[in-house]
C-alpha cells in the first residue's frame, strides 16, 4: 500500500470511528424518543455514508454488515417497522461488529479476519419478521402503514459486494470527490444505494460528501480547493494532527522548560557573586523575558492537548444501557460539564477508572425497581457524571441516588478476607471503612460475576488515579447514595514538586498529594507493633522512612527530621525525610523499559543544576505504607 493510499485510509477509519462513536450515543436517545425521525435520519445517513465509503475501498465484509443494518433502519425510517428496544439492540450488534472489522482493517489493512455472518442472518430475519414484530401497532397506525411503498428486496451480496480498485494516482479525499461519475464501477452504485433510500443521493462524489456531514469534527482546510479563500467558515480554520507529533512538541517543550531552570540558576549564581556587573544585569533582564516566553509557549503548547471530556463520557450512554438491561434495574444517566477540557493523556487514562466506577455504582449502589419503590423511591435510579474545572485541577464527580456505602458490610468482608484485624477495626471511624473498599482483593460481591466479585475494580481505579498524580475521595449518605471525587492535573507531563533530601539522594514529591510538612525530634516517632507511626495533632499518622525504603545509609546522630504529610484519597501517611529544599516545576521523563518495574518510582527529572532526581510514585508508597501497617497490626 502506498503513502497516498495509506493517507486516504486513514482518514476513513478516523472519520467512521467518530460515526460509530455519535452512533452509540444516537441509539441510546433514539431508545427514548422513538418518534424522533430526525434522529433516526441522522442515523441512517452516518451508516449509508460508511457503508459507501467502505465500498469504494473495498472493504465488502463491513459493507454487507452496513448495508444490512442500513436496510433494517430504511424500514424504521419508512414506518414498516417500529422503534423498540429489541430492534436496538440488534442494530447495536451491528454497530459492534462495524467496530471490530474497523479494528481489523486498521491492524491488516483488510476485514476478512472478524466472522459477520451471525449478525447479517440476524438483520436478515429481523427484516423477514417486519409483520411479526408490527403487531403490537395499533390499527390506525396500520392503516397510515399501508399507504407506504414496499421495500425491494436487497441486491444479492455478489452484486452488492463488488471489489473497488482505487487508481493510485488518487491522493485524497477531495480527489476521490471529484471522480466523473461515469468511471464508478457497477458494484459501486450498488453499495451507494440502499433499498428504498431514493431521497440520497447517488454517485461516489455525494457519498463522499455525506460522510463529511455526518462527522462530528469535519476537517475541510486540508480538503479545500486551491482558490477557495481560507477565510470563510469555522471548520477551515481546523487541521487533523496525529497525537505523536503533539507528544513530540510537549517533549521539546519540556526539554526547553529544563533548560530555561538551567539557565535561571545559572543567572543567579552569578548575580551573588558581581550585582554590580552591567551585563549581568542586562543578561538577568533577557532571563526574565525567555522566562515569560517559555511559560506562554508551555501553556499554548498544552492547550492545543486539551480535548473535551465529552470523549470520555461519550461511552458511558450506551455502557449505562446494556448493564442497566443486564441487571435488570431502570438507570438514567446524566453527564454534566462535557465541555470541560483535559489533557488528552488525562484522558485516555481516566476512561478505565470511570468505568469500574460507574459499573460499581450500578451493580452496588443502585436498587432494583422493586427494592426502590419499598424505600419509597422512584422506580428509576440514576447515575451521574460530571465534571468542572478548579484552578488548575479538574474535578470529576461519580454520583448515584442508591443505598450509599454499609458501613458495616464492608467491616464484615474486609475482616472475612483478612484484609484488617479485629483490632484494627474497632478504632476505625465509618470513613476510614469505607474506604477499605479500595483495598486490593476487596469485594462485597456474595458472587463473582463478570461485573463484580474479583476484587480488583476499585484498587485499579486508586492505583490508575494515583499514578496521574490525582487524589479521590468517597463520600456516602446512607439510604440516598454514594459519590466519588477525583480531583487531577490538567497536564500529567510537567508538574510541581516537592524536592526533598535524604542524605546525599534527593527525591520529587507530587506537590498535588502534599497536604503539609512538619519538622519533628527523633524522639517524636513511636513505634506501634514494628510500624513507625507520629502523633500529629491527636491522630496517630503512620510513616514511612525513604531511607528505608530505598536502603539508602542513615546517619543515625541527627536529633530533627522533617515528616511530609501526603493524602493519597483518604489514606494520610507520613514521609520521613532529612531536609526540604524547595517547590519547583519538573518534567516527568520515563526510566525506560530496563527500569520500569522498579518499585515507588514514577519517573525522573533533571533539575535546574543539571542533576537527575527521581520522581516518587504515591501509588507504591501508600500501597508500602498498608502492608506495613496491617502486618504490624497482626
Known amino acids: 500500500m502506498n503513502d497516498e493510499m495509506k493517507e486516504i485510509l486513514n482518514d476513513f477509519l478516523a472519520e467512521s470511528s467518530e460515526m460509530l462513536e455519535a452512533l452509540d450515543q444516537h441509539f441510546v436517545k433514539l431508545e427514548t424518543e422513538p418518534s424522533n425521525s430526525e434522529l433516526l435520519n441522522e442515523i441512517f ?14 472493504f465488502t465484509h463491513l459493507v454487507e454488515v452496513a448495508h444490512q443494518a442500513e436496510s433494517l433502519l430504511n424500514k424504521l425510517r419508512q414506518g414498516e417497522m417500529s422503534v423498540s428496544p429489541f430492534i436496538i439492540d440488534i442494530i447495536l450488534e451491528a454497530v459492534d461488529a462495524v467496530k471490530m472489522l474497523q479494528s481489523d482493517i486498521r491492524e491488516t489493512g483488510e476485514d ?21 414484530l408490527m403487531l ?12 407506504v411503498t414496499s421495500t425491494p428486496s436487497p441486491p ?37 444505494e440502499s433499498p428504498g433510500a431514493s431521497d440520497c443521493p447517488v454517485g461516489l462524489s455525494d457519498v463522499l460528501n455525506k460522510m463529511k456531514e455526518a462527522t462530528t469534527r469535519t476537517v ?18 481546523t487541521v487533523r494532527v496525529e497525537t505523536k507529533r503533539l507528544d513530540h512538541v510537549m517533549n521539546l517543550v519540556g526539554e526547553l522548560v529544563l533548560n530555561r531552570n538551567r539557565l535561571i540558576k545559572l ?3 552569578l548575580e551573588e557573586k558581581d550585582e554590580t556587573s552591567p551585563a549581568l544585569r542586562e543578561l538577568n533582564v533577557t532571563l526574565a523575558q525567555l522566562n515569560l516566553v517559555t511559560s506562554d509557549l508551555q501553556l499554548a503548547v498544552m492547550k492545543t492537548r486539551m ?9 458511558f450512554p450506551r455502557l449505562v444501557r446494556d448493564l442497566a438491561g443486564k ?26 477508572p470511570l468505568v469500574h466506577l460507574v459499573r460499581n455504582s450500578m451493580d452496588h449502589g443502585l436498587e432494583t425497581a422493586a427494592d426502590r419503590k419499598q424505600h419509597g423511591k422512584g422506580s428509576e435510579g440514576y447515575v451521574r457524571l460530571s465534571a468542572q474545572q478548579e484552578g488548575n485541577s479538574i474535578v470529576i464527580r461519580v454520583e448515584d441516588n442508591g443505598r450509599g456505602l454499609q458501613v458495616e458490610k464492608i467491616a464484615e468482608k474486609a475482616l472475612e478476607k483478612g484484609l484488617v484485624a479485629q483490632a484494627e477495626l474497632e478504632v476505625m471511624s465509618p470513613r476510614e471503612i469505607m474506604n477499605l473498599i479500595f483495598l486490593p482483593g476487596f469485594s462485597t460481591a456474595d458472587q463473582v460475576s463478570d461485573v463484580s466479585g474479583r476484587g480488583v475494580g476499585m484498587d485499579v481505579v486508586r492505583t490508575n488515579i494515583s499514578r496521574m498524580n490525582g487524589s479521590l475521595e468517597l463520600d456516602s449518605d446512607p439510604g440516598q447514595g454514594s459519590r466519588v471525587t477525583i480531583k487531577l492535573p490538567l497536564t500529567v507531563a510537567i508538574i510541581q514538586a516537592l524536592m526533598v533530601e535524604v542524605e546525599c539522594a534527593t527525591f520529587a514529591i507530587p506537590l498535588a498529594s502534599v497536604v503539609e510538612a512538619v519538622k519533628v525530634t527523633k524522639d517524636e516517632i513511636k513505634s506501634i507493633n514494628g510500624q513507625a507511626v507520629l502523633n500529629l495533632r491527636e491522630r496517630i499518622l503512620p510513616l514511612l522512612d525513604l531511607g528505608e525504603t530505598f536502603h539508602i545509609p542513615r546517619d543515625r546522630t541527627g536529633v530533627e527530621c522533617y515528616v511530609v504529610v501526603v493524602k493519597i484519597g483518604e489514606q494520610q501517611f507520613g514521609v520521613v525525610v532529612n531536609r526540604l529544599r524547595a517547590q519547583e516545576e519538573v518534567v516527568i521523563k520515563s526510566l525506560g523499559e530496563f527500569l520500569a518495574n522498579v518499585k515507588c518510582v514514577a519517573g525522573a527529572t533533571i533539575t535546574g543544576d543539571g542533576k537527575v532526581v527521581l520522581i516518587l510514585d504515591m501509588a507504591d508508597l501508600v500501597r508500602e505504607v498498608q502492608t506495613s501497617t496491617y502486618t504490624g497490626m497482626r
Open 327 to 352: 441487571l435488570g434495574k431502570q438507570v438514567r444517566l446524566e453527564l454534566l460539564g462535557e465541555d470541560t477540557e483535559v489533557d488528552k493523556s488525562v484522558a485516555d487514562e481516566l476512561s478505565d
Open 220 to 237: 475541510q482546510a486540508a480538503n479545500a480547493p486551491a482558490g477557495k479563500a481560507s477565510g470563510g467558515k469555522e471548520e477551515d480554520q
Open 112 to 132: 476478512s479476519h472478524v466472522e459477520t455472518f451471525g449478525i447479517v442472518n440476524k438483520l436478515a430475519l429481523t427484516m423477514d419478521s417486519a409483520d411479526d
Open 45 to 58: 445517513r452516518c451508516m449509508h455514508s460508511m457503508k459507501g465509503s467502505a465500498g469504494f475501498l473495498g
Open 267 to 269: 543567572g543567579n549564581g
Open 136 to 147: 403490537s401497532v395499533s390499527l390506525p397506525h396500520k392503516a397510515e402503514k399501508d399507504t
Open 307 to 315: 480535548v473535551p471530556i465529552r470523549k470520555v463520557f461519550s461511552r
Open 156 to 192: 444479492p451480496a455478489e452484486t452488492m459486494l463488488s471489489p473497488v480498485v482505487v487508481p493510485p494516482e488518487t491522493s485524497s479525499w477531495s480527489s476521490l470527490r471529484e471522480a466523473p461519475q461515469h468511471d464508478v464501477p457497477a458494484g459501486i452504485e450498488d453499495v451507494a
